[in-house]
């Protein structure tokens, strides 16, 4: 719409750049608030807001403990209550914890005897499999019938087991420290 001249009020015309009637020279046309490249900056934000959120849900992750050791998991896993187990006989105790997620299961098991200390890097050896080094510890590498896999090791006076259903869980897992 063309509007009226502020000077004199007469009806301006669409395209002139001046009153008709008095000569005033018209305002500059308003211009759109959105043009096309507003749109497209838009649209791009969005885009990057949404990879970047993505980006940060994806490697969220959880600090979980098994009987005093600290492993780091990621988010998507979720506790596998029926799998959590805690045994005691006297001499030895051991602790399971289970997780899982839409792909993989991991189990997180820790055996221990309370008291005297064992050499836990010799029971490691004798529950057999490959010589390997995971993270960050010499231990053992088990393959069973091509679906699941285990890494055995020392920690000081524990044996950690590490069982994944995929191998490519155990770039899941990262042992973070024993507590003192």
């Not at 051991?94 to 005897?113: F, K, L, P, Q, V």
């Not at 004798?126 to 890494?151: A, I, R």
């Amino acid at each position: 719409m063309p509007g009226h001249c502020r000077k004199c009020g007469a009806k301006l015309k669409e395209k002139g750049e001046f009153c008709p009637n008095c000569g005033e020279k018209n305002p500059a046309p308003r211009k759109k608030l959105i043009n096309k490249y507003t749109i497209l900056i838009i649209i791009a934000i969005v885009i990057i807001a949404i990879a970047a959120s993505i980006f940060l849900v994806g490697n969220q992750t959880q600090t979980v403990t098994v009987d005093g050791v600290k492993f780091e998991i990621p988010s998507s896993y979720v506790n596998d209550p029926s799998r959590t187990d805690i045994s005691y006989d006297g001499n030895v105790k051991s602790s399971a914890m289970g997780w899982s997620n839409d792909e993989n299961y991991i189990e997180i098991g820790i055996t221990r005897t309370p008291g005297s200390g064992i050499n836990s890097k010799e029971v490691a050896s004798q529950v057999g499999g490959s010589p390997t080094k995971m993270f960050g510890y010499d231990g053992y590498y088990q393959k069973y019938d091509e679906e699941s896999y285990s890494f055995v090791f020392g920690m000081k006076d524990k044996v950690c087991m590490i069982y994944v259903s995929d191998y490519d869980a155990f770039s899941d897992v990262k042992v973070i420290e024993e507590d003192s």
